[in-house]
């Protein structure tokens, strides 16, 4: 019984520290899309994020940027993508 209880122990130890790097690092990780969000604002508000920017070369590229096939290669034009890209921004 003693040997269980120490073995639970060592094993809560182990996830205590992995449930720390696991915080560490989503915080790491909040602090970088914190900066990017913060750099991807564009002073003119006319023209398109830089997110949907990146979208339209990568389907002018030849890949598929609609949730159906998103990175695989398009052989031709796509109604989906084209919809989700072109449709009119609010």
């Known amino acids: 019984m003693e040997t269980r209880i120490s073995d639970m122990m060592t094993d809560l130890k182990r996830m205590k520290n992995h449930i720390e790097d ?20 564009q002073s003119n508000t006319n023209s398109p994020p830089a997110a949907l920017q990146n979208l339209v070369r990568l389907y002018q590229e030849g ?28």
């Open 22 to 41: 696991l915080e560490e690092e989503n915080s790491q990780l909040r602090r970088q899309l914190s900066i990017m969000s913060g750099a991807g604002v």
């Open 63 to 90: 890949f598929h940027v609609c949730n159906l096939h998103f990175g695989r290669l398009r052989s031709g034009d796509c109604l989906f993508c084209s919809a989700f890209l072109y449709k009119k921004q609010e």
